[in-house]
């Protein structure tokens, strides 16, 4: 009888970084990529790569709410002095990202480093699945993306890691009628949001997680540290260790539970090859979960949404005709 080629073990590198000093950032996200064979192992010189960050909202560095600028800093230098092209770029829920990028001090160092901002938007209509959605063709034009989630709660799906940040390449205010569309259980909902990371499939993930959010989440939650740098290709790998430093069972969460359901990654502790730093002894125990709400919208929010969108087009519009 043959023996069928086993599929290799996902790897997660995870290195401890106690605090946003950009030396301290610099060293882990060094290692993040030696840990998993070398940045030559996803990018190569001349490539077009988007940086996709948590701009969620404008708030600044003191909150968890956004993707820390010294991550996204430390990420793109490494890209140039490799000799990519990176550039940052997202689509936020609320304001643009120039608002957040100026809330967070960022837009004055990415000038200085040559690297471009630029809002998700122009969507080209693409089909996944059951369904057709409007991603940006700002993200589908580069050759390479990096996840650069924030580690956090959300009301709507417990904990959002790594695979939800991909929503984000969604165009405009459409992520408000999808949450409408797809959110009448979070089954429905977190099989939409995998389908989108799959399409987009990003090169690498590394998720922010050295001050984090729990608690009402992904807006209003509490600032804290858990001084880690999570990185890895598979998604539901990189989640599952993700809930495990929180003391929190990976299938309780409800896209890794979905993810389990449908044959998506690997939630398998035993499976996944965990390397770098070791967090058996440094596991934070008091993490405060958020109160659940509805992941669908209302009608009404979902206009409201819409019509802020309108607003924004219009004072944009106004300000480039001044």
């Not at 599929?7 to 290692?31: E, F, G, K, Q, W």
């Not at 490799?82 to 001090?105: I, M």
């Not at 430093?245 to 035993?270: Q, S, V, Y």
Request: glycine residues 4%; positive net charge.
């Amino acid at each position: 009888m043959s023996n069928s080629p086993q599929t290799p073990a996902p790897i997660v590198a995870l290195t401890n970084c106690p605090d946003y000093n950009s030396d301290h950032i610099t060293d882990a996200v060094t290692r993040q990529f030696e840990l998993l064979q070398g940045l030559q192992n996803f990018i190569k010189p001349g490539d077009s790569v988007l940086l996709k960050p948590n701009f969620i909202a404008p708030r600044s560095r003191r909150h968890a709410t956004q993707t820390h600028p010294a991550v996204i800093l430390a990420v793109a230098k490494l890209l140039k002095d490799f000799g990519a092209k990176p550039f940052v770029a997202d689509s936020p829920a609320w304001g643009n990202v120039f608002t957040c990028a100026e809330k967070l001090k960022l837009t004055e160092p990415l000038k200085k480093l040559g690297v471009p901002l630029k809002q998700l938007n122009k969507p080209k209509w693409c089909k996944l699945a059951d369904f057709t959605v409007g991603i940006s063709s700002v993200a589908l034009d580069a050759d390479k993306i990096i996840n650069l989630p924030k580690f956090k709660t959300h009301q709507q799906l417990v904990t959002t890691f790594a695979v939800k940040n991909m929503f984000g390449c969604v165009a405009g205010k459409q992520k408000a009628a999808w949450h409408f569309i797809k959110g009448k259980d979070e089954e429905t909902f977190c099989k939409f949001l995998i389908e989108i990371y799959k399409f987009l499939n990003p090169a690498l993930t590394i998720i922010d997680a050295v001050n984090v959010m729990d608690g009402p989440g992904p807006i209003r939650g509490r600032t804290r540290p858990l001084q880690w740098l999570i990185a890895g290709t598979e998604p539901i790998s990189c989640e599952t260790i993700c809930s495990k430093l929180i003391n929190a069972e990976p299938l309780d969460m409800p896209i890794i539970k979905t993810a389990e359901k449908i044959g998506f990654g690997c939630c398998d502790i035993n499976k996944i090859k965990v390397v770098g730093d070791s967090f058996a002894n440094n596991i934070c125990t008091d993490f405060q979960f958020p109160p659940p709400i509805p992941i669908r919208f209302s009608p009404i929010r979902v206009c409201r949404s819409f019509c802020r969108q309108i607003w924004i087009l219009l004072k944009s519009a106004i300000s480039a005709h001044d």
